[in-house]
C-alpha cells in the first residue's frame, strides 16, 4: 500500500469518542487510509506534512447554508469558505430558483462540481416562496422532483408551514414523494409550538434552523426536530439546553454569510468559538460541525478523520483561534495558509448576467395618490425592528394634502418594490424604525423573489439608486443627494457578485455604514432591507403584489381610510 | 384529525433529549400523530389506553440479529420478541442462505413480511463462509446484488475478513457494490487490530459486534466502528468506555439467541438490565436499543416515539424489570401480558422440510485407520475452550493399536462432520476440553454450513444420535448408552422447530444439561457445539473438508506423524 499523503503528529479530533488523540493520518486516493496512534505503520508516501502537534479536525460541514445568497459567486465562496475550514455545505439553491428556474439550479450544480469543496443540493420546496411573490421562475413539482432524481440529497427548507400544517396538498405531496426517496427533510418554522408543531412533524419535516430559545429548542427536540443552531441562537440558556442534548441531536449552521461577515468573522469556525465561549464543551461544539451534519445527511463518508472515510480535513493553528493552517478536501489542497491555490471560475452563460429588466421609474411612480384633496389618511405600515428580521404590521395616521399621502411629514419612510423580471408589476409601501435620511437605498438582493427593493426618504434617491442597480445588472445602490455613495455589482442573476471576497467584503461593509449613517438603525442593515420582501416570514411584508399579511396570508390594501377634510 | 389510539399518562423514554416527560401519546395510521406534554391538544381518539404513569419506550431495535439462528420458526420467534419489547430486529439470514440459497432467503423475506413486528434484512456477504465450507447453496455475487435491489438494507457481517484485508477481488467488489447502493456495511473482525483494521475499515467495513475488551473497543471505535454489544462483551470495563463514547457510537444487539435463553432472560430488555448494572445510565443504555442502531441501519422512522415517527413502543411495568404490558408495533397491538394475540403460522413449502439426506453411518466409518500397526501418532486437535467459542490449536501424541487410533484412551472426544445435503463427503477430528463420556451428540444446526456434526466419546450413540437428527429431518439429539435422552426437531430447513417457544426452550435447557451431565464443560455446551464446524472464526475448526487451520485458510492433516513401534 503506498499513500499520497501523510499528516503527522496531529492532535486528532475524534467525533465516534469526542477526545483528540496523537497520531498519523495517512492519505490515499482522496480517503484516509489508516490513522497510527504510535503504532510505527510502515506505508510508503508520496508527501509528508508535519502538523507539529497542533490539532487536526474533519473539515467542517454547514447542514444548511445557501451558496447563493452570499452574495459571491460560487468559486470565490468556496476559496473563503476552506479557508475557515469548511470543506463541505449543504446548500438549498432558492435564490438561483427564484431568478432563473430548473435552468439556474442546474447550473449551480454543474458549477459547484468543481469546486474545491464539496456542495451537496437540497430541493427547493418554495418556489414562489408564497402565492405572493412575483419571482423570475417557478418550480413546479415535476421540476422538483427531476431535481431530487439529479442526486439532491434533501428537501429544502419547507418555509410555507402554514400550508403544510393545513394540509396543502400539493406541499403534502412533495413531502411524501421527498421521503418516498430517501431525501432529508429539511424545516422551518420560527416559533411553531404545540399542537401546529406536532402537525408540521407528522407531515414529515424533522429539522429547524430558525430562531430558537431554550424553550422552544427543548420542545422541538423532544418533538424528534433536528436542530440547526443559527448563531441567532446561539445565546447561554440555548447552549445550556445543547450541553444536556445528547450530540446527535443538533448541529451549527450558517445559512446566509454575507461577504462582509465571512471576511470578518469567519464561518463555522465564528459559531464554534461563539458556542465554546458560551459554554459548549469544544469537543461538543466540534462535534455540532462534523459528524452531526454529516450524520443528519446521510452523509456516511464525511465528519469524521477515520480509515475509508473521506480526506477532509483541517489542521489548525489551535484550538482558541481555530484558525485553519492548511486545509485538504478529498485528500486534495484547497488552502494553505498564506499561499492558498487559486480557484478557477467557471463560466457563466450570457443570459444569467443580465436578468434584470426593469421598466424606468420616475419620481411621479412614487407618489402616493389619494381620492381625497386634504384629511387623514389610516395606512397599514411595515414596523421594522431593530434587532430582527421579523416586522411588525402597524397601523398608523398619516395627513393628506393635494391628493398626496405626506408620509414624509411623520417619520416613515417609503418602499417600491419593483418586477425586475420585465413583467412591469409593482407595488409601494412604508417603514417605522428604519430612515434613509436625503438619501435611498436599492437592492435587487432580496428574498426570495430578488426583485428590485428601494427604500429611502428621497424620492430622487430612489430613482438614483434604482437606475444604478439595474445599470449593473444587478446589486446594491445608496443614494445620497441625488449622487450615487456606494454600490456592489451583483450582475450574477442579481444577487452574485463577480468580485473577490475582500472587495465584495469592503463594498458591504460601506454599504451597511452608509445605511446606518443615514439612520437605518439595525444590527444588519442590509439584511433587513433585503428580507423586506420575504412573504413567509411574520408579520407584514411587501411584494410586486401589495403589502403581504402573512399569517393569514393575504394582501391588505396600503390605505385602509381616508378621512378628507 | 383523528386519532386511531391514544396512550395517556406515558412516562415516555425521548432518546433525542435522553430523558423521560410526562405525556399523552397520539396514533394515528401506525404513525405517532402527536405527544401532548400537558398542553390538553383536542383529538377525537378511537380507542384509549392509560399507561398509568408508567414508563414508555419506543420499540427495541436489534440491528445485529439473525432469525434463523434462533431455533424458532420466524412467526414463533417474532411473538417471542415482541413480549419483550422488540419491535423491529435487522437480520442477516446467512443460516438459510447456506442451506437454501436465495430461494431460502426469499422465503424468509416473505414470511417475515407479514409477521407482527418489523424484519429487516442484509445481504448475506459470505455464503459459503470460507472455501471449506461444504453448504447446500452458495449466494453469487449476482445473487447478492438481486438481493440488495429487493429490499436488504445492509451487507451482512463481513466475517471474511482476511479474506477482504488481502484485498480477495470478489470480497471487494461485493463491498464496493454494497457501499454504491448506500447500503450499510456490517462487520465481523474479532480482535482485529492495528494496520489490519485500518485496511478492514478502509475497505468499507464499519461495524463490529464480536467480543469486544475496553481496548479494542476504544481502538475500533476511534477508528470509526460502530459497536454493536453483545452479552459476552459486556464487562464492566467495556461499560466503563461506553459511558464516555456519544450515545450514537454504539448500541446493544444479540445476534444469537437460543430458545432457552430468550424465554428464561429475555432480548435486548436482558442486554439493558446487564448493561445497566454494570453502570450505564438507563437513558444511554435504552438509546443504545433504540435511537442508536436505528440511525446506524437509516431507519430514519423508528428509534423513538415523536410526530411522524412509527408508533413501535412498549408501556413498561418499571424501569427496574422493564417487563413489558402491552406492546405496539406500526400502531398495532402485538403483545398484552397475560394475552398476547397469536400470531398466524406461514406456509412452508414441503422442500423446506425435507433438508437432511444423510448417507447411513456406521460405527466402522467412524474409526480413525492408521498405516502401522502399533506406535503412536501425532495429531491436529481442537481445543475447546470452556468460556468461549473460540478454539484452540492443539498438538497431541495418541497410541495406536491394530492399525487404529486410540484417542479414546486420552481424554479426548471425537468429532465427525458429515454433509447433509445428499454430497456425502465427511470428516473427524479430535477434540480436547470438553467430553461427552458414554455418550453423544449430533445436530445439523451447525454453523455455517448447518452440516451434521456429531461428538462423542461412544460410537455407538454417535451413529445412534445422527440417525435420530436424520430421522427427525434435523435438529439435536443426545445419545447415551445406545438410547435418545432427549431431542429437539429442527425440520425447518435443519435449524429451526416449528414448536411453539416454551417446547423448544425446554428442550433445548435439557440437551444442554445432559450435554453438561456427559462431560461437556462449558458456558453454553450447544453453542460450543454448534461452532465447532464455524471455518471462519480462529483457531482450529471441523468441516467435512477435514479439519481448517483458519488463520491460515488451509486444511491441515488430523494425523501429522506415525511413529510405529
Known sequence: VEAD??????????????????????????????????????????????????????????????VDSSMLAPWTLARALAARGTTCVVTDPHEVANVAGVEGVEWLMEACGSLPIRVYFQVPSCVPASPFEDPGAELSLEDQLRLAERGCIALGEVMDYVGLVSGDPRLSRLVSEARHRGLVIEGHCPGLSGLDLDRYVYAGVDSD???????????????????????????????????????????LVTDDVLPDKLARDGHLDHLVR?????????????????????????????????????????????????????????????????????????????????????????????????GAKRGTAVVNVIGVEERSTLTRWLVREVPVRDGLLRWDETGLTLAAVVNRYGRGRRALGLLEGCRVEGGAAATTYAH??????????SPRDMVAAAEKVAGMSGGV??????????????????IMSLDPLEKAAAAVAEIKEALRELGYRHT???????????????????????????????????????SEE
Chains 1, 2 share one sequence.
Open 274 to 370: 461563539l458556542a465554546v465561549k458560551l459554554g459548549l464543551p469544544i469537543e461538543k461544539a466540534l462535534y455540532a460541525v462534523t459528524l452531526a451534519p454529516a450524520a443528519r445527511m446521510g452523509l456516511r463518508d464525511l465528519g469524521a478523520v477515520a480509515p475509508g472515510k473521506a480526506a477532509d480535513l483541517a489542521v489548525l493553528e489551535d484550538l482558541e483561534s481555530l484558525r485553519a493552517r492548511v486545509v485538504f478536501c478529498r485528500g486534495r489542497l484547497v488552502y494553505r495558509r498564506g499561499g492558498a491555490p487559486p480557484v478557477e471560475a467557471v463560466s457563466v452563460p450570457r443570459r444569467f448576467l443580465s436578468t434584470v429588466h426593469v421598466a424606468p421609474l420616475h419620481e411621479e411612480d412614487l407618489a402616493i395618490r389619494i
Open 5 to 66: 499523503l501523510v499528516v503527522r503528529n496531529c492532535r486528532l479530533y475524534v467525533p465516534y469518542t469526542m477526545e483528540f488523540i496523537e497520531c498519523d493520518v495517512y492519505v490515499s486516493g482522496g480517503r484516509v487510509l489508516a490513522v497510527d496512534c504510535g503504532e510505527g505503520y510502515r506505508i510508503a508516501c508520496r508527501e509528508e506534512l508535519n502538523a507539529g502537534g497542533r490539532p487536526v479536525v474533519p473539515g467542517f460541514i454547514d447542514a444548511h447554508f445557501h
Open 448 to 457: 426570495d423573489a430578488h426583485n428590485l427593493i428601494i427604500v429611502g426618504n
Open 209 to 251: 434552523h430558525t430562531k430558537l430559545t431554550s424553550g422552544n429548542a427543548l420542545e422541538k427536540a423532544r418533538k424528534g426536530v433536528f436542530l440547526e443552531v443559527q448563531e441567532k441562537s446561539l445565546t447561554e440558556d440555548v447552549v445550556d439546553l445543547l450541553c444536556r442534548l445528547p450530540p446527535g441531536s443538533y448541529c
Open 524 to 562: 444588519d442593515p442590509l439584511k433587513s432591507l433585503s428580507t423586506l420582501t420575504l412573504t413567509v416570514a411574520p408579520e407584514l411584508r411587501l411584494s410586486t403584489w401589495g403589502l403581504v399579511d402573512v399569517k393569514r396570508r393575504r394582501v391588505v390594501p396600503l390605505v385602509v381610510k381616508v
Open 477 to 494: 445602490a445608496v443614494s445620497v443627494g441625488g449622487s450615487i455613495r456606494c454600490a456592489l455589482p451583483l450582475p450574477l442573476m442579481g
